[in-house]
Structure formats: structure tokens, C-alpha cells
């Protein structure tokens, strides 16, 4: 596998999508279920039918499970799958009663501002609150919650099962291979980063990349914001854009960047959206 694949392989996204299968009666004897989520206690009393998923992440768990029939409304975010009804509801700016607009009985979220749990739980409207995982372990529990709160449980297991295995596999390789290159990830167009402290940085550390955030000024902060001139100096061989869904960063757009030309990503292609 190449460095750059190796890469994609770990946003732990469409490379290990599992088919979707039917929904398997036997699992709806298991509800009620009940899961604690960032929110606290979380019980849904019967298999969702008509779920908004207000995180790109959980999105693409719920269809990668088999839940994507069950999901009526995705956030803005949510670009994977092609097939997700995505919608202009905001993860970030939420609209209560456009939200509550889709009949919801589970609405997952990533963020919640403005008190969005309590407001659809007024109208009684089961919430899970997910944070962004700070390690593999936790992006596996909530893969398996989302799993029991949909009766997808089994499909859930094997999901994780399978991510375990080829996260081994791909580090493996890239160990045998010496993999020693530097990576940038990019938040925004404004150069906000990640360093090795986040869950994303920590998958860079585990495939053996460099991560060119940690050596900059403000990254005592896990999010820095670096200069142009710290990328381009670092030339970092990877550029990882996190902004192509929400700032229309492409491949293109970064090699027009003043000076970035010369940087090795950009003149290898090695530009991962």
C-alpha cells in the first residue's frame, strides 16, 4: 500500500465500509437499550426508524453498519456516503424545529451547542451526544452504541472487528517499509491543524508519520494554527484536507497557494481529501 493510501486508510472512513445487510428481528427484543454517551444515560425504547444524524462521523458508522435504511436527514456535513439524504441542517448552528421537522425518535450529534440535548429532549426526542474520540478505543465503544441503539449490534462487532484488523495490517506494512514521512493536516483554509495529542494525530503517530504541527509555534494548543511559511519550510510529503466539504478545498486550490509549489505533497500529488 502506498504512503498516501496508507493515509486514507487511516481516516477509518470508506475503507472498511461493511455491506449493508437487513435488520435482523432478533436484535429488536433487545430493547429498550440503554447506552451512556457524552449526555449521560441515553434510552431508546424500540428500533429507530427515523434517525438525524447530526455528525459526518456517525453518518457514515450508521450506514456502515446496515442503519442507513433507518436514517431520514444528515447533517451539511455528512459527504459520505453518496447515498446519505443529506440535508442543509447544521451540526454547528442547529435549527430546533427544522430538526424536530423530520419527525426524528433518535438524533445523534457531535456538538452540542446552544442546548440542543434539552431542547429535543423537551419534545421528546432521544439525543446522543458523542464527542470526537480521543483514541481508538473510544471511536470503537461509540461505533458499538450506535450499533445496540439501532439493532445493529452484530453488525457493529464485526465493523469494529474488521478495523482492527486491517488498522494491524497497514502498520504492520508500513513498519516493515520504513515509513518515515511528515504530514499536514488541515482544518480550514486558515492553516488550524492537529498535533500528535488528537485521535487523528495519534493515527499519524501509529503509521509512522511525522506530524509537522508538533514543531510549531502555538502548538501547545492540540489545534495550532500555523503560518504558511511553517508549512511551507516543514514540506510536509502528505497534505490530509479535512476542509474540502466545508470550505471547497481541493487538490488544485492548494497547489495555487503562493509558495506551495515547491512543497512535496503538492508536486507528488500526494494531497489526500
Known amino acids: 500500500?502506498?504512503?498516501?493510501?496508507?493515509?486514507?486508510?487511516?481516516?477509518?472512513?470508506?475503507?472498511?465500509?461493511?455491506?449493508?445487510?437487513?435488520?435482523?428481528?432478533?436484535?429488536?427484543?433487545?430493547?429498550?437499550?440503554?447506552?451512556?454517551?457524552?449526555?449521560?444515560?441515553?434510552?431508546?425504547?424500540?428500533?429507530?426508524?427515523?434517525?438525524?444524524?447530526?455528525?459526518?462521523?456517525?453518518?457514515?458508522t450508521l450506514f456502515a453498519i446496515g442503519a442507513g435504511a433507518q436514517v431520514v436527514a444528515v447533517d451539511d456535513q455528512s459527504d459520505y456516503p453518496k447515498t446519505?439524504?443529506?440535508?442543509?441542517l447544521s451540526g454547528y448552528t442547529p435549527n430546533?424545529?427544522?430538526?424536530?421537522?423530520?419527525?426524528?425518535?433518535?438524533?445523534?450529534?457531535?456538538?452540542?451547542?446552544k442546548g440542543l440535548v434539552d431542547a429535543l429532549a423537551t419534545l421528546g426526542i432521544p439525543v446522543v451526544h458523542h464527542d470526537a474520540a480521543a483514541a481508538f478505543a473510544g471511536a470503537y465503544q461509540q461505533m458499538r452504541q450506535l450499533g445496540a441503539l439501532t439493532g445493529h449490534k452484530a453488525e457493529a462487532d464485526g465493523l469494529v472487528t474488521r478495523m482492527q484488523q486491517r488498522i494491524a495490517?497497514?502498520?504492520?506494512?508500513?513498519?516493515?517499509?520504513?515509513?518515515?514521512?511528515?504530514?499536514?493536516h488541515e482544518l480550514d483554509p486558515s492553516f488550524y491543524s492537529v498535533t500528535s495529542n488528537t485521535f487523528v494525530g495519534r493515527i499519524y503517530t501509529l503509521f509512522?508519520?511525522?506530524?509537522i504541527a508538533d514543531a510549531a509555534a502555538g502548538s501547545g494548543s492540540d489545534y495550532p494554527q500555523l503560518s504558511a511559511e511553517h508549512i511551507v519550510s516543514a514540506n510536509p510529503d502528505i497534505i490530509v484536507l479535512a476542509d474540502s466539504v466545508c470550505c471547497g478545498q481541493t487538490v488544485g486550490a492548494v497547489a495555487a497557494r503562493p509558495g506551495w509549489s515547491g512543497i512535496a505533497a503538492v508536486k507528488q500529488r500526494a494531497i489526500v481529501r
Open 1 to 60: 500500500m502506498s504512503i498516501r493510501l496508507t493515509v486514507a486508510a487511516a481516516a477509518l472512513f470508506a475503507a472498511f465500509v461493511v455491506p449493508g445487510g437487513a435488520f435482523a428481528r432478533s436484535q429488536a427484543d433487545a430493547f429498550p437499550v440503554t447506552i451512556t454517551a457524552s449526555n449521560g444515560k441515553v434510552t431508546v425504547r424500540k428500533v429507530p426508524q427515523r434517525i438525524v444524524s447530526l455528525s459526518a462521523t456517525a453518518t457514515e
Open 96 to 113: 430546533v424545529e427544522a430538526i424536530a421537522g423530520y419527525r426524528p425518535d433518535l438524533v445523534v450529534i457531535s456538538y452540542d451547542p
Open 84 to 88: 446519505a439524504p443529506r440535508t442543509t
Open 169 to 184: 495490517k497497514v502498520v504492520r506494512k508500513a513498519k516493515a517499509r520504513g515509513v518515515t514521512a511528515s504530514v499536514y
Open 208 to 211: 509512522g508519520l511525522r506530524n
